[in-house]
């Protein structure tokens, strides 16, 4: 089994609502990731969280703010967003091993209006 | 210089030909490469990892890895329409014990009857 399960499948918010997107996997792994996409673009990194703790941030602005409650979840509070924050939001885990495989979930579309 | 290039494409070839993608990489700690296949408005799905120097064969796809040159490609061969797609090319590095994952800016294939 190489699922990573991502909740909601859409999400529209407003600029002053407070959301949270959700990413699950059951494969034992320890590395967990967030990436957002923006339209014909790469998966840009935002937070890595390894051993449910967090080991990279990549400047990102607090309204992002990333949270893993176990091994098996993780979390991205969403809180004063802007339209331009609309996006693919992209979950993976890997193994931590450095060298192992990461494996996404098929993404949260976030609309901001 | 970015840390991982890819040619953006479009890579156009026929139907049973052979297809080459390329993708260059600066830092020379890194230790493992992914390709990862991604449809528009789907996330990426891995299709080959590769640490070692050399080819890697899996079906109808095989990874090269030179590390002396600091570049990894992908060739498909037999291509079929269904691989038309954007692929990216993601390396990981020594950064964050091993787990940051960067990617390309992907390559887009298209396959022609």
């Known amino acids: 089994d190489t699922e990573v399960t991502q909740t909601p499948k859409h999400l529209v918010m407003g600029m002053t609502n407070k959301k949270s997107l959700k990413c699950e996997q059951h494969m034992g792994h320890r590395a967990m990731y967030w990436y957002k996409q923006k339209a014909k673009k790469p998966p840009e990194l935002m937070f890595v969280?390894?051993?449910?703790?967090?080991?990279i941030n990549e400047s990102v602005p607090s309204r992002f703010s990333p949270e893993c409650p176990n091994s098996s979840l993780l979390n991205l509070h969403l809180h004063a967003l802007q339209p331009e924050d609309s996006a693919l939001y992209l979950c993976a885990s890997s193994q931590e091993e450095g060298g192992t495989e990461a494996f996404f979930g098929q993404g949260t579309r976030l609309t901001v209006v | 210089q970015k840390e991982v290039e890819q040619n953006s494409g479009p890579l156009s070839v026929p139907e049973g030909a052979i297809a080459s993608l390329n993708c260059t990489y600066s830092?020379?700690?890194?230790?493992?490469f992914f390709w990862y296949r991604q449809y528009s408005g789907k996330s990426p799905e891995l299709i080959m990892f590769i640490y070692s120097n050399g080819d890697k064969e899996d079906g109808r796809f095989t990874a090269q890895l030179n590390k002396a040159s600091q570049y990894v490609s992908l060739l498909i061969r037999d291509s079929q329409p269904s691989d038309s797609a954007t692929y990216l090319c993601a390396v990981k590095g020594l950064t964050g014990g091993g787990n940051k994952l960067t990617f390309g800016t992907g390559t887009q294939l298209k396959v022609e009857l």
């Open positions: 830092d020379r700690g890194s230790q493992s």
């Open positions: 969280y390894s051993y449910e703790k967090l080991s």
